[in-house]
């Protein structure tokens, strides 16, 4: 081998290696921009076919009962499979353990020239509808991996209640600039981000809409108060 060749430079022979790494990271990532943005122009604004009722009336604070609407997985995956697949790409999907016994469900979408896309989604159990302790886990599981290939694929939904209706404008979601806002306030407060969707209503935070955004930045804010309150209050626990 060339390496046990005393004639040969090892410091010369590990920077040709890095270099041709470097190049082919490089190529790499060309190959997946290119692909990514050929596949974007082929995916479809996809339906939200399933629905979680939690039937009609109003809760014990008096406010309506949730129907929400969302894309299923196996309906984002019968859409989007063979598209991804023309592209050169495959999304995939695994469990871990995570802290304060939740769970992490990591997605990944690889494509063929090498390089690959992560999104980790942590998840308490899903205990609404009665569900048992592995019902839940199953049901989160689901959840997460949807909300995952939701980011990976930046796929965009609708509801037939979003359409337009008799030429009037619907409300429109948030802006991205709004969204990195959102998303930037839950963090700091710490916020059940799966939870808070479900309080207002929608499947993910790009879907809250612009009538509604002073309302979740308010809830949020007010959120963040109280972890900043606890936290003065019991220092220890940061």
Not at 5 to 23: F, S
Not at 64 to 86: D, G, Q, Y
Not at 155 to 164: F, H, L, M, P, Y
Not at 178 to 197: R, S
Request: some cysteine; aromatic content about 6%; glycine content about 8%.
């Amino acid at each position: 081998m060339a390496a046990s060749d005393p004639r040969c430079d090892t410091g010369k022979m590990q920077a040709l290696l890095d270099m041709q790494e470097r190049i082919e990271d490089r190529d790499a990532q060309k190959a997946w921009t290119i692909a990514f943005n050929a596949m974007q122009g082929e995916l479809p604004t996809i339906d939200k076919d399933g629905k979680i009722d939690h039937g009609d009336g109003v809760t014990a604070k008096g406010n309506a009962r949730l129907k929400t609407r969302f894309s299923t997985f196996s309906n984002l995956m019968e859409v989007c499979k063979p598209i991804m697949h023309r592209h050169g790409f495959t999304l995939s999907s695994l469990i871990e353990p995570g802290s304060d016994g939740k769970i992490n469900v990591i997605s990944m979408l690889d494509h063929i020239a090498g390089k690959s896309r992560l999104s980790r989604f942590p998840m308490g159990a899903d205990a609404t509808g009665g569900k048992n302790n592995q019902q839940g886990w199953g049901s989160s599981q689901q959840y997460g991996m949807r909300y995952n290939m939701l980011a990976l694929l930046q796929i965009v939904t609708k509801a037939r209640e979003d359409v337009d209706n008799d030429g009037f404008k619907v409300d429109d979601p948030i802006t991205q600039v709004q969204l990195v806002e959102l998303i930037a306030l839950a963090d700091k407060a710490g916020a059940d981000k799966a939870k808070f969707c479900v309080v207002m209503n929608v499947e993910a935070f790009a879907d809250i809409r612009q009538s509604r955004f002073e309302e979740a930045k308010k809830q949020l804010n007010r959120k963040l108060a109280a972890k900043r309150k606890r936290d003065d209050t019991f220092p220890g626990d940061r």
